[in-house]
């Protein structure tokens, strides 16, 4: 492992082969440091929730698999987790919590009947790292969501329950930006759809727009502290033939109720690309919500490793200048590898990419672009593969104080042997 001489000297170098293409590597460090990733507190313990386990659930389209040892029973081993895990990222973090991350003691709380009570130690630990909290109310694993359908099911109160679980959520989420002084961008996702061809595709949409319009009725919930993202999908487990929030549904509805549209990797063919998305949803959207995953074949939600699909999507968000218009947040669950390098890695690449996009000489390859060198633009293009921005990065860790390179890999395994393999 390089020593941190080594590291200001590989850097140095490095900045001056940046500077030759017109790239200040120190503007970019400190940008890269300061866009906030908010961190999935779902990685730790495998999308379960801390609510009292239930049975007789059906499968509501997420699913980690795998059984590596260690998953967090509980609110205090999934912040233990955290705490290790934050110590090894460079730059602004958040934390992205789910309503089923409750802490209720000793009493039943329904999910509609939830309070920012109710998260009061994940406010105290946001609180005490200094980093702000992001929401998103749980429309699964309930049994009032068995039918597959939630806020757009045929029955009305079963739809009331879940309006009241999302009015409830938007006031959580206010009350963690009042406190933490950071606006909390709530996301809606629901896994509302059908497995083969139902007779109807018309009426669930409607009433899903409904719903929305009812729960953003509330005017209560300021919208500059409680921001609503909306998230489609493609397919999921047991929607696999209809999804009532298509990518069509949350597009248009986003647009015309003035929220923030959020596009997970994950949720399209796997031949679109949602890096060339971006810039045809910014001409209409305001802002953007980025799901970072990794789909394998499917939404399969692998640790997201800094790939095409990753890197291609910041590099637009840095060649369009969109920084202040899109909100980054991690979305992938694996229970087969250590789930703390799982988010060390995910988290590291998403920051890689943010970076790659921070250090890309646009400007000298939009000039081959726009003097007709379209054979220029490719080899440049070609070219920022190769750039020594690993030195730029490793500088950029050593800045923010966090191990460089796989040095992270002693504080895993250490934190594995002393905490981990005890959880049996
Ligand atoms: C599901 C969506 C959604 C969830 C989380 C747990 O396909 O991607 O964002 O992964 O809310
Ligand atoms: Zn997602």
Redesign the pocket.
């Known amino acids: 492992m390089p020593t941190s001489k080594q590291v200001s000297a590989a850097y140095k170098l490095a900045q001056q082969a940046y500077a030759d293409l017109g790239v200040d590597t120190e503007k970019a460090i400190k940008a890269a440091l300061n866009i906030p990733i908010s961190l999935?507190c779902?990685q730790a313990d495998d999308?379960r929730g801390l609510e009292t386990p239930k049975t007789g659930l059906t499968a509501s389209?997420?699913m980690a698999t795998g059984s590596y040892p260690g998953r967090a029973r509980n609110g205090d081993e999934m912040r233990s987790d955290l705490d290790q895990v934050l110590k090894l990222l460079p730059g602004e973090q958040r934390l992205n919590l789910?309503a089923f991350y409750a802490e209720t003691g000793t009493d039943i709380v329904d999910r509609d009947e939830i309070e920012p009570q109710h998260f009061a130690r994940w406010l105290g630990w946001a609180k005490s790292h200094k980093i702000g909290l992001d929401f998103?109310p749980?429309y699964?694993n309930h049994e009032k969501a068995n039918s597959g359908f939630t806020l757009s099911d045929a029955d009305k109160n079963i739809r009331k329950f879940w309006i009241n679980h999302a009015k409830a959520s938007r006031h959580i989420a206010e009350s963690f930006a009042k406190t933490l002084g950071t606006p909390s961008v709530i996301?809606h996702?629901v896994?509302d759809g059908a497995k083969d061809a139902p007779a109807d595709r018309y009426a669930p949409r409607e009433r899903l727009a409904e719903s929305y319009d009812t729960i953003f009725a509330d005017k209560s919930v300021n919208t500059k502290l409680c921001v609503d993202a909306v998230?489609g999908?493609l397919f999921?487990i047991g929607s696999e033939e209809y999804v009532v929030g298509s990518q069509e549904f949350y597009s248009n509805y986003a647009l015309s109720r003035d929220k923030v549209l959020?596009l997970?990797l994950?949720?399209y063919h796997p031949t679109e690309s949602v890096a060339d998305k971006v810039s045809a949803h910014l001409q209409f959207h305001k802002k953007l919500l980025l799901?970072t995953?990794r789909p394998i074949r499917w939404?399969s939600?692998h640790v997201v490793i800094l790939d095409d699909a990753v890197r291609n999507l910041f590099l637009e968000i840095a060649r369009g200048d969109s920084w202040d218009r899109v909100y980054v947040a991690l979305?992938f669950?694996d229970a087969s590898l250590n789930r703390l390098a799982a988010y060390v890695i995910g988290a590291r690449s998403t920051r890689q990419a943010i970076l790659l996009g921070l250090l890309d000489p646009t400007k000298l390859i939009q000039g081959a672009e726009n003097s007709g060198r379209p054979h220029e633009r490719l080899a440049l293009m070609e070219l920022t593969r190769s750039l020594p921005w690993g030195a730029v990065w490793d500088e950029l860790c050593q800045r923010d104080k966090v191990p460089a390179g796989a040095d992270w890999l002693k504080e895993v395994a250490s934190y594995e042997s002393s905490v981990l393999s005890k959880r049996v």
């Open positions: 999935h779902w999308v389209g997420t789910h998103n749980t699964f996301n996702w896994p998230e999908k999921g959020c997970d994950g949720h799901h995953s939404d939600d979305d669950f």
